[in-house]
């Protein structure tokens, strides 16, 4: 009779507290592959953000649509078609 043994399994835990607000800069290539993720990533932050230099593409207005249908303001500056403002709506009263 054979016995099979499992190997050790080594798993990586990312744990994820709450923390100070997070600040700061971030620049990526201006790709639609490194806009669409920064564009979930300030929807999960709940609060402004600024994003400049995403590409002209179908998918990033889409998401950019898609952020508004979520309640999301959206604007993009006079003069800076590759930007976009980000704000959160604000709560809605409590009836």
Not at 1 to 9: G, H, L, S, W, Y
Not at 24 to 40: C, E, H, I, Q, R
Not at 50 to 71: F, K
Request: positive net charge; without cysteine; hydrophobic residues 45%.
């Amino acid at each position: 009779m054979t016995t099979i043994r499992n190997p050790a399994v080594a798993a990586e835990v990312i744990a994820v507290q709450p923390g100070p607000p997070l600040t700061g800069t971030v620049s990526v290539d201006g790709s639609k592959n490194a806009a669409l993720p920064m564009l979930a990533s300030a929807a999960a932050l709940r609060r402004p953000v600024r994003l400049r230099s995403l590409p002209a593409s179908t998918d990033v207005q889409v998401m950019l649509a898609l952020l508004q249908h979520a309640g999301w303001h959206v604007a993009q500056p006079v003069g800076e078609p590759q930007s976009a403002v980000l704000r959160p709506s604000p709560p809605a009263p409590k009836p």
